[in-house]
């Protein structure tokens, strides 16, 4: 059973939340990397997404007992992994501040991707050889107007041997839970009941209004 801990999520600059959690031992990690693109179909619908401050800026800090302080930055991580993305999985995407959106930004949906969940454990004793990470996003879907259409979490775990330092290996295995992550929505978004039920709709709403003007 992993042991209670002390555990903060916070948006703001790393350096600020070390020295806000005490001069004594601390761990420091700002995970960045490049993520593959899917190769996917992209969905038949123009999207709006809303990259809120707290997923562009999130940190993650934990005291861990018999251990030290981490502070995880995890923003531009998170950019990096859903922008290209979106990108592939839609006809267009767009990046949108808010719902509901004027009817002039001609869109038929708004994606708001959150990071809900961040968990990790390092090793204290020698024999322990690896960092596991746990996250957990979600993913809301609106329609223009502001309604939703659905939320759908999205887990990943990740799992790396510590080889080196104790930081490099926690970074390491947070990108193979995004990575999960990503494989995760680029290949079962399309599968869930709700969205499979809107993205029909869209369909249909498409078809009559390419009837439409053609019968004009």
């Keep these: 059973m992993r042991s209670a801990r002390l555990t903060v999520k916070l948006s703001a600059p790393l350096v600020a939340i070390a020295g806000a959690l005490g ?6 990690v700002i995970v960045q990397s490049d993520f593959p693109t ?7 619908v123009r999207m709006g997404v809303i990259y809120s401050p707290e997923l562009q800026d999130y940190v993650h800090a934990e005291s861990l007992p018999q251990q030290s302080t981490w ?3 995890l923003g531009n991580a998170n950019l990096a992994m859903l922008s290209p993305l979106f990108e592939t999985m839609f006809a ?5 501040e808010d719902v509901p959106l004027d009817p002039s930004a ?5 994606l708001l991707p959150e990071l809900e969940k961040f968990e990790f454990d390092v090793p204290i004793g020698t024999r322990d050889e690896f960092v596991e ?27 790396a ?3 080196g330092n104790r930081e490099d290996a926690l970074s390491r295995a947070a990108i193979v839970a995004m990575r999960e992550v990503g494989a995760t929505i680029s290949t079962k ?7 499979q039920y809107w993205l029909e709709e869209n369909r249909n709403e498409a078809a009559l209004s390419a009837e439409t003007r053609l019968g004009n």
Excluded: H, N
Aim: charged residues 15%; negative net charge; glycine residues 10%.
């Design 38 to 44: 899917p190769l996917i179909q992209p969905l038949p």
């Design 106 to 110: 001609q869109l038929d949906g708004v």
């Design 71 to 73: 502070t995880i930055g």
């Design 133 to 159: 990470v746990w996250m957990q996003y979600s993913l809301t879907l609106f329609e223009p107007d502001g309604e939703v259409v659905t939320e759908w979490p999205v887990s990943g775990y990740g799992k």
């Design 161 to 163: 041997e510590l080889t």
């Design 92 to 96: 267009e995407i767009r990046t949108v």
């Design 189 to 195: 978004f399309a599968e869930q009941p709700d969205v």
């Design 23 to 28: 001069a004594g031992c601390a761990s420091s």
